[in-house]
Nanobody, 122 residues
Framework: QLQLAESGGGLVQPGGSLKLSCEASGSTLDLYAVGWFRQAPGKEREAVSSISSSGDRTLYADSVKGRFTVSRDNVKNMVYLQMDSLRPEDTAIYSC???????????????WGQGTQVTVSS
């Protein structure tokens, strides 16, 4: 059974950067596409980014395009989300999820991590 664990969240000032990590255990991550999602208080869960199993295809929500970069290291069973030029509206709990190739919407993913809090504030 694949298990996912996020890390790297925290408090950062507007304009700052954070790098989130998603570590897999229990199975090899290279079988799955991986997505990043976020949910702010009182708001619906939002798809942020996805990366194909091999890492050759990536997708981004318009709200983060040009500021966030998703990558993966299948040898280490890790997926990363580099977040630059952070804004207060990026504040949310960020979660990674694994699913079949081509997944984007949250219901398409089969495995989820617990999430990590990202707060952007001065």
């Amino acid at each position: 059974q694949l298990q996912l664990a996020e890390s790297g969240g925290g408090l950062v000032q507007p304009g700052g950067s954070l790098k989130l990590s998603c570590e897999a255990s229990g199975s090899t991550l290279d079988l799955y596409a991986v997505g990043w999602f976020r949910q702010a208080p009182g708001k619906e869960r939002e798809a942020v980014s996805s990366i194909s199993s091999s890492g050759d295809r990536t997708l981004y929500a318009d709200s983060v395009k040009g500021r966030f970069t998703v990558s993966r290291d299948n040898v280490k069973n890790m997926v990363y989300l580099q977040m630059d030029s952070l804004r207060p509206e990026d504040t949310a709990i960020y979660s990674c999820a694994a699913g079949a190739e081509g997944s984007w919407f949250f219901h398409e993913y089969d495995y989820w991590g617990q999430g990590t809090q990202v707060t952007v504030s001065s």
